[in-house]
């Protein structure tokens, strides 16, 4: 079987530019404008969106017809699959699903516990997970099989990706996991949003060490504060979060009505930093209820205009 998908976001990649990714989470409701509003804001500044799969455990319409309604439009989607929620007989139908839209990204995650979410009362399912999801995605490609071992009418054709956290505990193991991950066949990272530069730094030295990053596309992730007091809830409130106290301080430091736009400089002085660091291929820009920022950190940091792929 070919391993070549017909993403454009893996040809950006491919050819040597920076990519730039962001991400829109879908409504608590069958609204379809709440999305593609915000895909409408963005699409011209970014390579491929992101759909969140039920994110922080809260129900909302679901990633599969979010990607469906930014297809529509002509945006690249990528969709987000959380293992958290389906045994692998819906994960594979779903990715079928998906394949039948042509939708050729997919971010394979474990999803946030259920203990976060609107029904904490749900039961787990995690029957896979987020490493074993990236085989079964390449197995249906690479191999036309599914989990089973029957051949498949139409593969999906996937560019595969994963998240990688550099930030949570133990730091030790965060450069061993990703080497499993690329192992498993993940092609493309989308990391943790990034505000202690030094240790994202030192986890891409680490991975660079290894030749982590000839293997695999990294997309540095960023996310803009909106104000100080969204500075302090990520430091402390949002496990695997590192906020150190010196971004705490400047985004304290301003008035409150310019602590927006101080959130905004932030993000673009980190895209500027690690557009130098070895291994970075590109940026994903979450700014979740904010993507009306999204265009302005994209022209500012010398991302703009995207390159154009037939």
Known sequence: MSTKTPSKLEKILSAGHMAVTSECGPPRGSDSEDITKKAEMIKNHVDAINITDNQTSVTRLCSLASCIHLKKMGVEPTLQMVTRDRNRIALQSDILGAASFDIYNILCLSGDHQNFGDCPQGQNVFDIDSIQLIQTV?????????????DINRP????????ANPFADPFEIRVPRLAKKI?????????QCIYNLEKFELWMKQACDRGLH?????LAGVTPFKSAGMAKYMKNRVPGMDVPDDVVKRMSGVPK???????????????????????????????IEWEDKVPEIVERTGLYPRPDIS
């Open 257 to 287: 009505e310019n602590q927006a736009e101080e959130g905004i400089n932030i993000c673009v002085e980190t895209i500027q930093r690690l557009k130098e660091v070895e291994g970075v291929k590109g940026f994903h820009i979450m700014a």
């Open 183 to 191: 192992a498993a066949g993940v092609e493309f990272i989308q990391t």
């Open 156 to 163: 999906p054709q996937m560019f595969v990706g994963a998240a």
């Open 138 to 150: 390449r197995q249906m490609r690479d191999e036309g099989k599914f989990l089973g071992g029957d």
């Open 214 to 218: 000839e293997k695999v596309y990294i």
